[in-house]
């Protein structure tokens, strides 16, 4: 896999296979390590795009009356004919937590999508960041995050 290669990830076409067992097999509970080499489905082609639309409710001036807002989520190798972009996003990791507690930040590596029997699977290639501390920083009242140390986030 091309992407694999641009992204220094030699592990990518195992998580997509892994990622696509799961969505076909959703009650199976066995580690993806224990099932068979002749049960995991493969995708052949995908195809990698530069961004992707977040439309949701904020109600703020910005947003008008009725709340509903749209940004963009870039990344690409090269913004405007200038160095990379890569944009930083919420990821809603637990909605039962409120706020920045069931919220989880990433960096957008690229994204991706491929069919697999005439379903399109959108995807995302992501670096994880971590909170430090329990608690937004005491002089700026903002959450202070640095990426992750872990191999294990995916």
Not at 32 to 44: H, Q, S
């Amino acid at each position: 896999m091309e992407l694999a290669k641009e992204l220094s990830l030699p592990h990518l076409p195992t998580l997509v296979e892994e990622f696509l067992f799961q969505q076909l097999n959703p009650d199976d509970k066995r580690n993806f390590g224990d099932v068979p080499i002749y049960e995991c489905p493969t995708c052949n082609k995908i195809t990698v795009v530069n961004s992707a639309a977040a439309l949701f409710y904020a109600p703020s001036n910005i947003s008008g009356i009725g709340g509903m807002r749209r940004e963009y989520i870039r990344s690409c190798h090269s913004w405007q004919n200038g160095p990379p972009r890569y944009d930083c996003a919420f990821m809603n990791t637990d909605p039962g937590l409120n706020g920045m507690l069931g919220l989880d930040i990433v960096r957008v590596l690229t994204f991706f999508s491929f069919v697999f029997h005439d379903k399109q699977y959108p995807c995302a290639v992501v670096q994880w960041f971590d909170c430090v501390g329990d608690e937004p920083d005491a002089d700026t009242g903002m959450w202070i995050v640095h990426l992750t140390s872990t191999r294990d986030r995916h």
